[in-house]
């Protein structure tokens, strides 16, 4: 198996003629090219716009692969410029090259990333700076529902204060920004639904078609479930038994379990499912470029199997029952289309409103006293404060 190397870290480069350049042509290419515009209160940009020379990390939610636009988008309404942490597999083809111009620099999920914690470091020590992190981690796929934040993106702000004051330096002001990023489709999307239905049901040759988008939707799931407990060789009469939360679950239990033996980790039960993922990929593509220890095979079932857990890493039973809105139903549709497709980026289903709903900024300078105290504990606290902002403001 042959893996090209690649360098560990890709630094931002943040080129301020070129990047405005872009901004001065990215409403257009976002409505033609990603199919959003971006909807935001005056009221939220003139919140923003006070921060202008301070240190400020934006936190937003990350429901689809296009979040990064928005984001941009937003840079470009403050008239201002942004650095991004990027997972590092986004770094590919011309995006190696045109990302770190951008202000973006990667992150290697899974293990503790240094360049790239020293990196984010070194921009929140400036004098001003503007930084987005998706805290989620990953992207959920779900319009408008939260996966737990990681501790992370507030920990770094935190660990940066702590070291200017170790410096001699007053205590600085830092503010941690919630942001709320919800899509509306602007068109009827009955059709699509109607279109992504179909071809579903064709690869499944479903024959008997429900009388409702729901139905027929239920109708693919099952298949979809089938072929997988199938394909890893569950007891099909244990599992038919169960309901389908307890089949995902067992699903996701039986890959990552699996995945974990292959490489030899031990399971890490008490972590997050995409912090077990990251974990078994970084391990993964490390043993591959090294030891050159698997065969393509083995190599390849283990890193598909990782895809799937990220694909399904926040889907349940009832996540559409509970409001089918189109967004929701696409939302799982295309879900389902990069499982049995094999879709990598599927194409955006039409064109949508990008809402942003800003939250009131944290200047973790008030929270700098408790945090030296107790700083697992203050952590914590902050972290499930905006995470529950961005989901009370999703709403």
């Known amino acids: 198996m042959s893996v090209l190397s690649s360098p560990q870290f890709y630094p931002p480069r943040l080129n301020p003629v070129l990047t405005r350049l872009c901004q001065s042509f990215s409403d257009l290419l976002a409505d033609n090219f990603y199919k959003l515009k971006l909807v935001v209160e005056s009221t939220d940009l003139e919140k923003l716009a006070r921060l202008e020379e301070e240190r400020v990390v934006y936190l937003p939610n990350h429901p689809t692969l296009d979040d990064g636009v928005v984001l941009f988008l937003l840079s470009t309404r403050l008239g201002q410029l942004f650095h991004y942490v990027v997972a590092y597999e986004s770094f590919r083809g011309w995006n190696k090259k045109f990302l770190p111009l951008m202000g973006a620099y990667s992150i290697r999920r899974g293990l503790g990333d240094r360049a790239s914690i020293a990196q984010t470091l070194k921009l929140l020590k400036q004098p001003s700076c503007d930084l987005v992190i998706f805290p989620e981690g990953g992207c959920s796929y779900q319009n408008d529902t939260v996966m737990p934040f990681r501790t992370g993106a507030i920990q ?97 239990t039986h890959l990552l379990s699996e995945c974990e033996q292959k490489l030899e980790l031990t399971p890490a039960t008490m972590t997050p499912i995409r912090e077990r993922v990251y974990k078994i990929q970084s391990v993964l593509k490390s043993r ?108």
């Open 156 to 252: 770094l702000p935190l660990q940066a204060m702590n070291q200017m004051v170790k410096q001699g330096e007053p205590v600085p002001n830092l503010y941690l920004v919630p942001v709320s990023l919800k899509y509306h489709y602007t068109d009827s999307m009955k059709p699509v639904i109607d279109q992504t239905l179909s071809r579903l049901e064709k690869a499944f040759n479903i024959n008997a078609i429900a009388p409702n988008f729901y139905g027929r939707l239920r109708a693919v799931a099952e298949q979809v479930i089938l072929r997988l407990e199938t394909e890893y060789d569950l007891n099909l009469d244990q599992t038919t038994q169960m309901d389908w939360n307890q089949r995902i679950n067992q699903l996701k």
């Open 288 to 395: 591959a470029q090294e030891l050159e220890q698997f065969d393509e095979t083995t190599y390849e079932s283990i890193y598909q199997a990782t895809l799937r857990l990220l694909n399904f890493d926040a889907i349940y039973d009832g996540y559409v029952a509970a409001s089918p809105t189109p967004e929701r139903f696409l939302d799982t549709l295309t879900r389902l289309e990069r499982e049995v497709f094999k879709f990598d980026r599927p194409l955006p289903k039409g064109h949508r409103k990008a809402k942003l709903r800003i939250g009131d900024p944290i200047n973790l300078k008030e929270h700098f006293e408790s945090y030296r105290q107790n700083r697992a504990a203050t952590v914590e606290m902050l972290t499930q404060q905006l995470q529950q902002t961005v989901q009370e403001n999703l709403s």
